[in-house]
């Protein structure tokens, strides 16, 4: 439903008129609406997350959530979303975070259902980077999934956002808005979205950084097949987190980038000790794993080569069929939309490699 700019929180927007001027919501999460806003002073746009709920109908909501902004507001890393200011006025508690030109990960993979390996994997190293470095400041993340992943089209880098559920102890259950993304347990409410969730997020026990590997690896999982590992009512996802073993990459995409497969699979494992132990491990993995591509795939010297001597061959078949007589007309002619197809297939790939 397209909304007027004046009638998106009119409370908020009154009291910041002197700074930012809202102009559209870019999307509403399980958390709070996200508002695309010029920042009048500076002349650069902004996105601001505002938690819906005002302060008098749930005071320790809002304290929660600017607490655990400010935790964000602490995070400075390249692939990471900063947060630069975190307030309650007019109501409504908010933060104010640079507005990313780009696209949330998510909308990515349900346009193009999967995502080349090179890409992938680079993408993915950047966030195993955000996260370690958040780890070792005792920030979980709790939250990885597609959408709280921002590919910035300039640059082409990672960033993650949404910090907001992080919390620097191991409280798994906080008390959360339910969403359809959401569900609530007997002990309280689970917050984030079920198809990402540790096993140990969901059963509340200890968490701590490779839960946040395991979601990470649930993304993967999902660019790289173009499904979930666990799919069904939330009931069935939670049980399948839980419970049953995750499907093996290759076995649900059989033509999966084999070395970045195994990594997923890894990330995947319900016993956190068999997982990477930290974001760096992880990221060194898909390092390696992308190194391998090199020899195997459109980005290596050792194609090039290939390529360049398969072309030779084309070559020297054709000048064959060129010199053939006529006898062999019938072969040679079949012989030659082949040799001619597979010519300026070899050509084409030779100059898309070279470029
Ligand atoms: N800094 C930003 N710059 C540009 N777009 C953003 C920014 N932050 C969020 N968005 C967009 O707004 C959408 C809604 O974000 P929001 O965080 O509210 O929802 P979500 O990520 O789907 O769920 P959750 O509340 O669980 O994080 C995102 O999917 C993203 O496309
Ligand atoms: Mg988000």
């Not at 958390?31 to 997350?49: C, F, H, N, Q, S």
Request: glycine share 8%.
């Amino acid at each position: 439903m397209f909304m007027h700019s004046h009638q998106i929180f009119p409370s908020l927007q009154q009291e910041l008129s002197d700074q930012y001027q809202f102009e559209r919501v870019l999307g509403n999460g399980g958390m709070g609406t996200v508002i695309l806003a010029r920042d009048v002073r500076l002349d650069r746009r902004v996105a601001i997350k505002v938690l819906p709920t005002t302060f008098e109908e749930d005071p320790g909501l809002h304290a929660r959530f600017l607490r655990e902004a400010r935790t964000a507001g602490r995070l400075s890393h390249p692939n990471i979303v900063p947060v630069f200011r975190a307030d309650e006025l007019g109501g409504h508690a908010f933060f104010a975070m640079p507005y990313i030109e780009g696209e949330d990960l998510g909308s990515i993979i349900q346009r193009e259902r999967t995502i080349p390996a090179p890409e992938l994997g680079r993408w993915l190293r950047e966030v195993a980077w955000a996260l370690a470095y958040a780890h070792a400041r005792g920030v979980v993340h709790r939250d990885i999934k597609p959408e709280n992943i921002m590919i910035e089209s300039g640059s082409g880098r990672a960033l993650v956002t949404d910090f907001g559920l992080a919390r620097n102890d191991d409280m798994a259950i906080i008390s959360h808005a339910a969403t359809d993304a959401c569900t609530r347990t007997a002990e309280g409410e689970i917050v984030g979205s079920v198809h990402y969730m540790s096993p140990e997020q969901i059963t509340a026990g200890v968490l701590d950084g490779r839960s946040d590997l395991y979601s990470l690896g649930v993304v993967g999982f999902q660019a790289m097949t173009g499904r979930l590992p666990f799919e069904g009512s939330v009931p069935a996802v939670l049980v399948g987190h839980i419970d049953r073993a995750a499907p093996k990459v290759q076995s649900c995409a059989a033509s999966a980038h084999p070395q970045l497969a195994a990594v997923m699979d890894r990330c995947l494992a319900k016993d956190p000790a068999e997982r990477y132990q930290t974001g760096e491990a992880l990221a060194d993995a898909l390092e390696k794993a992308m190194r391998l591509t090199g020899q195997n795939t459109f980005t290596g010297a050792p194609l090039q080569r290939q390529l360049r001597s398969a072309h030779r061959v084309v070559v020297k078949w054709r000048r064959w069929l060129n010199g053939t007589s006529g006898s062999q007309r019938k072969t040679r002619s079949i012989n030659e939309d082949r040799a001619g197809k597979f010519f300026r297939a070899s050509r084409s790939l030779l100059s898309a490699y070279q470029r």
